[in-house]
């Protein structure tokens, strides 16, 4: 293998981490039965810890930046896209593990009815969704048709547009000349503003969040800076950034994460800002991206920090078993009589870390000793390496 073939983003990993982590954050205040009922914490839950959407946005930026970075390399190295090999990696490093998740959700855990009450905080009921949406990478649909009814197989949503994306992407690559990706590129993301402000129905969040046609704008950002960086000169502009900026940017983007809570009160206007938010917010995470990688006066690198990159290899696993570890902790409280409706706030706690760290070893276990063997498989069909 020559060095011309590795390519290696060092902080990319620890990104991958925080976005789960804010998805984690998200679903273990809305799943873990804990109320609290002060303005205080009202406020701090809602406009802090409400945000899973936007982890699941940066995910979606990131890994359109990636694949479409390593398509064009390959592209470049062979003057081809081997569309044959791009599925059977897709399929190798994904398909495992998402089914692994479909037959517990779908088979195991229904199976337990009969222990699980009605009344508690993660339902293993399926009657209310249609399995072959999830069987089919299309369980995001299945939230628009049929509602959230069951979260465990539920994460699954975002797994599926990222199949529905790898599906066509890679044709994109290979038969658009590249003087003509740039602008096909931005042709997408407006595509999707102009979705979300025709079809979102007055501005409809279910739309907004799920509809595959809504989410691409975030894989096409990560396209462009892709796209971007395969140029010097740019990155040679990336690279000098000032550190003022960088700081700027990161402040104005937690300014903005509590701001669009309140983009109701614009009236008649909130669809426009509603079609338009999410493309802000995912060229944020793309100059996040930009500058980790290559920006020489980033006040902090993210791969620094040894423990949280070190995480970032088993985030996929982390998204898609998080929710089943809240349901095996919160089962096994129930059966040891520890109160898990309106649970008070240290057992709260302990319930978040318990799930934190299940997630964690279920993930490695996972990893390790079932993923392994597929993605050695996935390895041999790959021209650019991922160091």
């Not at 590129?185 to 979102?200: D, H, K, M, S």
């Not at 969040?205 to 046609?213: D, G, N, T, V």
């Not at 502009?237 to 300014?255: A, E, M, Q, T």
């Not at 426009?272 to 493309?279: F, I, Y």
């Amino acid at each position: 293998m020559t060095e011309s073939n590795k390519v290696f983003f060092p902080n990319l990993e620890g990104l991958r981490f925080f976005a789960f982590f804010v998805v984690f954050v998200n679903h273990a205040t809305h799943s873990l039965g804990y109320f609290n009922h002060s303005n205080k914490y009202a406020f701090i839950n809602l406009h802090f810890f409400k945000n899973g959407d936007l982890g699941v946005s940066f995910f979606f930026v990131l890994s359109g930046f990636l694949i479409t970075y390593l398509l064009l390399k390959e592209k470049e190295l062979s003057g081809k896209i081997n569309i044959k090999n791009f599925y059977l990696r897709r399929i190798l490093r994904i398909w495992p593990v998402y089914f692994l998740v479909v037959a517990l959700c779908l088979i195991v855990f229904p199976r337990l009815g009969n222990l699980v009450p009605g009344w508690f905080p993660i339902s293993v009921d399926t009657s209310s969704l249609n399995p072959l949406f999830y069987l089919t990478f299309t369980g995001n649909f299945d939230y628009l048709v049929n509602g959230i009814s069951n979260v465990m197989i539920g994460v699954l949503w975002s797994v599926s547009i990222e199949e529905q994306f790898y599906l066509f992407w890679p044709l994109i690559i290979a038969f658009v000349p590249k003087k003509h990706l740039l602008k096909t590129f931005i042709a997408i993301i407006l595509g999707a503003i102009t979705f979300r402000f025709f079809c979102t129905q007055g501005g409809n969040a279910m739309i907004i969040k799920y509809h595959s046609l809504s989410c691409m704008s975030d894989l096409a950002m990560g396209a462009v800076i892709a796209y971007l960086s395969c140029n010097e000169h740019f990155i040679e502009r990336i690279k000098k950034i000032p550190r003022f900026v960088i700081v700027l940017i990161y402040c104005i983007l937690l300014i903005l994460i509590p701001l669009r809570f309140y983009m109701w009160k614009l009236g008649s206007h909130y669809v426009h800002l509603a079609s338009v938010a999410p493309v802000i917010f995912s060229f944020i995470f793309a100059f996040i991206i930009l500058e980790q990688n290559y920006a020489n006066n980033s006040f902090y690198k993210i791969s620094n920090s040894k423990l949280i990159s070190s995480f970032g290899k088993y985030t996929y696993g982390m998204y898609c078993y998080h929710m089943i570890s809240f349901f095996i902790v919160l089962f096994t409280f129930n059966l040891m009589g520890i109160k898990i409706l309106n649970m008070g706030l240290s057992t709260f706690l302990f319930s978040v870390f318990t799930s934190f760290f299940l997630t964690i070893l279920i993930s490695e276990l996972s990893f390790t000793y079932f993923e392994s063997f597929f993605m050695k498989l996935k390895n041999k069909y790959a021209l650019i390496h991922k160091e």
